[in-house]
């Protein structure tokens, strides 16, 4: 089975606080996502990768960035914690054009 | 620009009844189609998918969804729910040849079993 682990289930950050979400899959996967969850919105694409190194924006990227040095790994970075970005986040890996994105548990972050 | 519609936000039904959630999308071209399940306090994980042939998919735990592409819809259906099948439902759309693989999902439609 594919495992996605997300390093934290619940996160409690400052506004203003750099605030790092790993993500790691065993299935050497090349694609990865991020997405952040919120009720009535579904899941909106903040950044993928294709490839390490390789990032894409997707349709929400403002206010954050990412990180993919190894193939397993994907980290999504905010730089500065807003509150508006108190929110689900959930991480995704694929492999191949049929895309079967599997999911990590989700990281409920609440900035204060 | 691309996206998913699901046409209903909180669905509830008593144990028994038949189910249907409405999925629409907007794109021209040929996708990969997806329901995706989230049950309560667990990750999100896939019910059932469609890439080609028989318009009718057949999922886990007797779900069931048609693609009928000139409607661009792939709507869900179960004949009987179960109070288990208590959830959050997305459909996902995957438009074929975007580099990457993204996904774009609908806003999610909440089913409510009543026991």
């Known amino acids: 089975d594919v495992k996605v682990t997300q390093s934290s289930r619940y996160l409690v950050k400052r506004t203003g606080e750099k605030v790092f979400l790993e993500c790691v899959q065993d299935?050497?996967?090349?694609?990865m996502f991020w997405y952040r969850q919120d009720p009535g919105l579904g899941l909106r694409l903040i950044y993928f990768s294709y490839d390490v190194k390789m990032k894409e924006k997707g349709d929400i990227p403002e206010g954050y960035s990412v990180s993919r040095e190894k193939k397993e790994r994907f980290s999504l970075i905010l730089e500065s914690a807003s509150t508006n970005q108190t929110s689900m986040y959930l991480c995704?890996?694929?492999?191949?054009?049929?895309?079967?994105?599997?999911f990590g548990a989700g990281t409920r972050l609440s900035v204060l | 620009a691309q996206s998913v519609s699901q046409h209903n936000h909180h669905v509830i039904l008593s144990e028994a009844a038949s189910l249907e959630l409405g999925c629409n999308y907007s794109?021209?071209?040929?996708?990969?189609l997806f329901w995706y399940v989230q049950y309560p306090g667990q990750h999100l994980q896939l019910l059932l998918k469609y890439f080609s042939g028989d318009p009718l998919v057949k999922g886990i735990k007797g779900f069931e969804a048609e693609f009928i592409k000139s409607k661009f819809s792939f709507n869900l259906r179960k004949p009987s729910v179960q109070w288990s099948d208590t959830a959050e439902y997305f459909c996902a759309v995957s438009p074929i040849g975007n580099q990457g693989g993204k996904l774009i999902f609908g806003q999610g439609t909440e089913l409510s079993v009543k026991p």
């Open positions: 794109y021209g071209g040929t996708v990969n």
């Open positions: 995704a890996s694929s492999q191949g054009a049929k895309n079967i994105q599997y």
């Open positions: 299935m050497d996967h090349e694609n």
